[in-house]
């Protein structure tokens, strides 16, 4: 399984772009990344996953270079409410064991 | 409405008083899983189920046992609690009909071994 490595936090400023990359060079052929969102004393809640290149929904992007070793999910123009903890996973489809790193906590100033 | 359901959210025992919690989805999602999330180390696998009466070991199954007798139902057992597994539990599903690695959670429950 892979293991992720994330920055353990960040800081921003309301409307700006917020990029946080996740490495994960032991990725397998069959693995996909998703990405989540938790907030204070709630259970994550998913963001965006993707295989490679770019994915995008309405609440963010996830960028998936050619060897997939890393990714970086891209939060456009972030507000208050942003401010979270975000997790990588990288999880395969021969099974549903899954790990998840420390996360990236996101915090957000006026 | 969908979601994951834990009982009890709070919870506070003594060493070795066998306990119970309940995680039940209304989803019918053939994937049921258990985590344990202490500061610093994000959430980590404790079991998790493909199906019923399928269940296999997370990274820490260690003082934990689970039963997976219905779709729906995926309870977490500790047989004798220890201080060490204070922590916040999570349960998660996920179904076919989901995008693989979509994972529902419930919203956890806090357990402290006194």
């Known amino acids: 399984l892979a293991k992720t490595t994330q920055p353990i936090s960040m800081d921003s400023y309301e409307g700006q772009e917020v990029n946080i990359t996740c490495s994960h060079n032991?990725?397998?052929?069959?693995?996909?990344i998703t990405w989540y969102q938790q907030f204070p004393s709630q259970g994550p809640r998913f963001i965006i996953q993707?295989?490679?290149t770019k994915v995008t929904n309405e609440v963010a992007s996830l960028f998936i270079p050619a060897d997939r070793k890393s990714s970086t999910l891209s939060l456009p123009r972030v507000s208050l409410s942003d401010t979270a903890v975000y997790y990588c996973l990288v999880a395969n489809t021969g099974g549903f064991k899954t790990i998840f790193g420390a996360g990236t906590r996101l915090f957000v100033k006026a | 409405e969908a979601q994951v359901t834990q009982n009890p959210r709070y919870l506070i025992t003594v060493t070795g008083k066998k306990l119970t919690v309940t995680c039940s989805q209304n989803?019918?999602?053939?994937?049921m899983s258990w985590y344990r999330q202490d500061p610093g180390l994000g959430l980590r696998q404790i079991y998790y189920?493909?199906?019923?009466?399928?269940?296999d070991k997370g990274d820490v199954p260690e003082g934990y046992k689970v039963s997976r007798k219905e779709k729906r139902n995926f309870p977490l057992i500790l047989e004798s609690p220890s201080p060490n597994q204070t922590s916040l539990y999570f349960c998660?599903?996920?179904?076919?009909?989901?995008?693989?690695?979509?994972?529902?959670f419930g919203e956890g429950s806090r357990l402290t071994v006194l």
């Open positions: 189920s493909m199906n019923v009466e399928v269940t």
């Open positions: 998660a599903s996920s179904g076919t009909s989901s995008s693989f690695g979509e994972l529902f």
């Open positions: 032991n990725i397998a052929t069959n693995d996909y």
């Open positions: 993707g295989y490679k």
């Open positions: 989803m019918n999602h053939e994937y």
